[in-house]
């Protein structure tokens, strides 16, 4: 079985300033996809980026960019010009690549909070 | 589009009742699963569903039943209710393997 941590229950940052979330995880699968997801306070699950682990170059989205080293098993999200709204709980999650089975595992979270 | 529907969005039982939470989507996605999200924890995954009529138990799978008749339907049963149930629940889907899974609003659960 899979396993997600994420080591930074907390982490705090001023608002314009860039913070970095932690996540590993552990797996014997060659091919598998990394997520981080976003939880407000309104608990809606919202996606932030995803990576899949055969393709080398790491993903971006806007403000938001991921260090992914395979052979570390290291997935960490980048967040650059932290604003308010980006002030939520960060889920990192692994879904096996395996066609015969499905579903996220997930860190236990990381929550964000946003210094004015 | 609709996306993915959960209801009822809060619900309160008694220990011992049996309830189903509903889950529908619109989009035709092929995998379908079913979360809790306890205190301090991440989300843990129930059952999911890889296509209409393919099931299958996740990590936390005892005391909950699912089925899959339809591509759009995937109901949560909970046989006989107890107090660690209680929790807040999530249905996501997607159309494929490497397509992120889209989630419902979620459906806050106590059992007294």
């Known amino acids: 079985a899979q396993t997600v941590t994420q080591s930074q229950p907390e982490m705090s940052v001023q608002e314009a300033e860039t913070v970095t979330l932690s996540c590993t995880y552990d797996t014997s699968e060659s091919d598998y996809y990394l997520f981080w997801y976003k939880q407000p306070p309104s608990r809606q699950m919202i996606l932030v980026i995803r990576?899949?682990?055969?393709?080398?170059q790491n993903a971006t989205e806007n403000r938001f960019s991921v260090n992914f080293q395979k052979a570390a098993k290291s997935f960490s999200l980048k967040i650059s010009d932290s604003q308010l709204g980006d002030a939520a709980m960060y889920f990192c999650?692994?879904?096996?690549?395996?066609?015969?089975?499905?579903?996220?595992?997930f860190g236990k979270g990381t929550h964000l909070i946003i210094q004015p | 589009n609709a996306g993915v529907t959960q209801t009822p969005k809060f619900q309160v039982l008694k220990t011992g009742q049996s309830m189903t939470l509903q889950c529908a989507q619109d989009?035709?996605?092929?995998?379908m699963s079913w979360y809790r999200q306890d205190p301090g924890m991440g989300l843990r995954l129930i059952h999911y569903s890889v296509g209409a009529g393919i099931t299958d138990q996740g990590e936390v799978p005892n005391g909950y039943n699912v089925s899959r008749s339809t591509t759009e339907d995937f109901p949560l049963r909970l046989l006989s209710a107890a107090p660690s149930q209680t929790s807040v629940y999530f249905c996501?889907?997607?159309?494929?393997?490497?397509?992120?899974?889209?989630f419902g609003d979620g459906t806050r659960l106590s059992i007294l």
């Open positions: 999650a692994y879904r096996s690549g395996d066609p015969l089975a499905d579903g996220l595992t």
């Open positions: 989009m035709n996605h092929e995998y």
């Open positions: 990576q899949e682990a055969y393709k080398q």
């Open positions: 996501a889907s997607s159309y494929s393997k490497n397509q992120p899974q889209h």
